[in-house]
Structures are given as C-alpha cells and as structure tokens.
C-alpha cells in the first residue's frame, strides 16, 4: 500500500470506530431511561363491563383513548372509562 494511502485509510478508521462507541452509548442511555421509567401496573377493573367493551383489548394505558384506563376482566385486558 503506498504511503500516501496509509493516512486516509487510517484517519477513515478512526472516524469509524469513533461513531461505532458514541452510537453505542446513546443506546445505552436510552436503555437505562426506560429502566427509571416504571410502567403503570394494569389492575382489575372496578366495575364488571358490558359485553361489548370486551371488544376493546389493550395492553398499556397508552393503548386506550382519553379518560379510559387498560384494566383486567373476564374477557382480558380491556380499555374501560373512568367516568
């Protein structure tokens, strides 16, 4: 390899190896964020549904519209309305 080659190749490399560990890291932070951040437990509902509620299946609170929680029935876990 001619030596004028050497000090880009080299220079490539290291440019390389240097975002492979900073894009490493970013991973690792975003991890432990979602390790602080505990997820809501999903509990019993109060109230026993109507039939037709068991046809809104969730698995987080997030998976349910505004003022509606995931909570566990008989029929799984369903999106029911706190009002």
Not at 6 to 13: A, D, I, R, S, V
Not at 14 to 24: R, S
């Given at each position: ?19 492979q560990t900073q894009g ?12 602080i951040q505990p997820v809501p ?43």
């Amino acid at each position: 390899m001619p030596a004028q080659a050497l000090l880009p190749t080299l220079f490539l490399c290291m440019l390389l190896l240097f975002m492979q560990t900073q894009g490493g890291h970013r991973e690792r932070e975003w991890y432990t964020m979602q390790e602080i951040q505990p997820v809501p437990q999903i509990k019993v509902c109060e109230k026993l549904p109507e039939f037709y509620q068991c046809n809104r299946q969730c698995e987080t609170h997030q998976d349910c519209q505004a003022n509606n929680i995931c909570c566990s029935t008989f029929c799984g876990n369903i999106c029911m309305s706190l009002l």
